[in-house]
């Protein structure tokens, strides 16, 4: 074995050097070691070391600084772990996916989807990039009505200068370009993360595109988070639905995401950095589940079966076996807003026919004339 040569036990990336040391005749200064293990000294008897002994060559200098690195690891991540649990107690994503859960039906996926990328995001304040959704779905599936949802639970959780709830139906390029800067500086000095929630983004023009754009690939943005919430891609969804498929609803909900990421991507530069989460059309059974919440809101009685003649009242198309709304629990409230009338109404006239029968039955007794009370009872 030549002298000098370095060898490497187990890889290139091992620190530690394995150095054979020369035999006689070899100069020192060709040795290659930045700090040698000393040999053993010349024995009385004369006795040397073997040639070609092998010794590990770990400096201290290299253990102190592993030490250090090592401590300081242990250090950043306690402190990450109690910013984790502070963050996630400020914006409280576990109620906000409770409150989804009971409000919303027939979105299980969708919600567990957003609150698990709020979650991850939110639980530092330190980003990259902002966090930009799109909540995409067709006619009636919830889409406006979640936003309102989380609008009201950010606005809670947070100071509510900090929620920017807006519809790009009535909205120009101007107010809402110093409406989002407002909003996200107000949220750099309170070192929180603030929620713009864009509704109607099938409206937005070209010119408004470009905005989102150049707001999300500011600097200033890159702690925000950014939900879009239209109906784009509508079609890609109800077909999914039409579609057989013999993979669960999750596999199917990823390919479909998918699918809008591509279609978007066409329409505008914007899209290539949104993650997308689809609603998917609601079946009878959601209607008359939607009807029944509705009901009970209203102060009807739990179960009443006036909320299964409102959903058959509906219009379906039929696919895989099931039927699916083709206006979802759009027409629900409307519905329930009219039978509420009618039971005020007819409330009322009962009302109003018992106050008659009272005053009559009061007009048969005479009543003293300063004190109210009738003459035979004073």
Not at 43 to 59: H, I, M
Not at 66 to 85: I, T
Not at 320 to 343: D, F, I, T
Request: overall charge positive; some cysteine; proline content about 6%.
């Amino acid at each position: 074995m030549e002298a000098g040569r370095r060898l490497r036990p187990w890889g290139a990336a091992s620190r530690l050097r394995l150095v054979v040391r020369p035999g006689r005749g070899r100069h020192p200064s060709k040795m290659v070691a930045p700090l040698q293990r000393p040999g053993k000294k010349k024995s009385a008897g004369g006795k040397r070391r073997k040639r070609g002994s092998v010794g590990w060559q770990v400096p201290d200098t290299a253990l102190m600084c592993a030490l250090y690195l090592l401590c300081g690891v242990v250090a950043f991540q306690v402190y990450q772990d109690e910013n984790v649990e502070e963050n996630l107690l400020t914006y409280d994503i576990d109620h906000l996916e409770k409150t989804l859960h009971q409000e919303l039906v027939g979105q299980t996926l969708a919600i567990n989807r957003l609150t698990k990328l709020l979650r991850r995001y939110l639980a530092t304040y330190f980003h990259s990039k902002p966090l930009v959704l799109s909540i995409n779905g067709p006619t009636g599936v919830g889409k406006t009505y979640m936003g309102r949802l989380i609008a009201k639970h950010f606005r809670s959780a947070l100071d509510p200068q900090l929620v920017l709830q807006r519809s790009l139906k009535h909205h120009s390029l101007v107010d809402l370009s110093s409406l989002v800067s407002d909003t996200i500086s107000r949220a750099r000095l309170s070192h929180q993360v603030p929620v713009v929630l864009l509704d109607h983004v099938e409206h937005a023009s070209p010119e408004i595109l470009d905005l989102l754009g150049s707001l999300v690939a500011s600097s200033d943005s890159t702690r925000a988070v950014y939900i879009f919430l239209s109906n784009v891609g509508r079609e890609v969804i109800s077909r999914s639905a039409r579609l057989p498929s013999a993979h669960g609803e999750t596999t199917v909900a990823q390919r479909v995401s998918k699918k809008l990421a591509r279609l978007t991507a066409r329409q505008h530069p914007v899209w290539r950095q949104v993650d997308f989460i689809p609603l998917f059309p609601l079946d009878r059974p959601h209607v008359a589940q939607c009807a029944r919440l509705l009901m009970e809101r209203e102060g009807f009685y739990p179960r009443d079966p006036r909320a299964e003649v409102m959903a058959d009242s509906l219009s379906y198309y039929k696919a895989r076996h099931r039927l699916y709304a083709q206006h979802g629990c759009k027409p629900v409230p409307q519905l329930v807003r009219r039978l509420k009338e009618n039971r005020d109404h007819l409330g009322n006239e009962a009302a109003r026919n018992t106050m008659e029968v009272a005053m009559t039955s009061c007009d048969a007794a005479p009543f003293h004339r300063w004190s109210g009370i009738p003459q035979g009872e004073q």
